[in-house]
């Protein structure tokens, strides 16, 4: 099925480990974007991608690094986990045009111990 | 910056009840809105969805009409069921650099009873 896939949905980690939290989409998006969830603050915005090559900070950036190699991959990497990070974690994709419908993944959550 | 407002949760019902939860916004431009419903345990799903001034979006018996005046975007249903049971979320998406967001609302619960 068309959509976006994220890996691992979930994950523990000790403060100061580094990992990556994996994002594909299969419908030839240009644009996507990593969001994380918290409780009673909706989705914010950490990174966001227009195309390969491109990528931008949102809303909460510090911590995270991303790159996009090709259009179909948008990795979110955690160089030092913080226990501020627990948190699920949200890959999204969108279309070209108006009304730029988002499709979401199934979400990662992962806790920093 | 732009900005959604929700109704604040959590919202118990019980089954066959009429279901309103509030949203409004704040944008500078002319934005496409969005209900979003979240199941537990699963990612976001697009509810439904409005470009224009009094476009009203509808699926699986949900409607919201985008009131450009009131700046609103209301999510209603006549009879709920048990398994609307969800977080739904109100969104925003403006255009030309203001696309490069979506922005929500901090989400309402709801809870239906049997």
């Known amino acids: 099925n068309a959509g976006v896939t994220q890996t691992p949905k979930f994950q523990v980690l000790k403060t100061g480990q580094s990992m990556t939290l994996q994002c594909a989409q299969d419908?030839?998006?240009?644009?996507m974007s990593w969001y994380r969830q918290d409780p009673g603050m909706g989705l914010r915005l950490i990174h966001y991608?227009?195309?390969?090559?491109?990528?931008d900070q949102g809303e909460v950036p510090n911590g995270y690094n991303v790159s996009r190699s090709t259009t179909e991959d948008f990795p979110l990497r955690l160089l030092s986990a913080a226990p501020s990070q627990t948190s699920v974690y949200f890959c999204?994709?969108?279309?070209?045009?108006?009304?730029?419908?988002?499709?979401f993944g199934s979400g990662t959550r992962l806790t920093v111990v | 910056g732009n900005s959604v407002t929700q109704m604040e949760g959590p919202v118990t019902l019980s089954e066959e009840a009429f279901l309103t939860i509030n949203c409004t916004y704040t944008a500078t431009g002319y934005p496409s809105l969005f209900w979003y419903v979240q199941y537990p345990g699963e990612g976001l799903q697009l509810l439904l969805k409005?470009?224009?001034?009094?476009d009203k979006g509808s699926n699986k018996g949900f409607e919201a009409t985008y009131r450009k005046e009131t700046t609103s975007f209301h999510l209603e249903k006549g009879s709920v069921q048990v398994s609307d049971s969800a977080v739904y979320f109100c969104?925003?998406?403006?255009?030309?650099?203001?696309?490069?967001?979506?922005?929500f609302g901090q989400g309402t619960r709801l809870t239906i009873n049997p």
């Open positions: 419908m030839n998006h240009e644009y």
């Open positions: 999204a994709s969108r279309e070209r045009t108006v009304p730029y419908g988002y499709t």
């Open positions: 991608s227009v195309g390969a090559g491109i990528t």
């Open positions: 969104a925003l998406s403006d255009r030309g650099q203001g696309a490069q967001k979506l922005v």
């Open positions: 409005a470009t224009k001034a009094d």
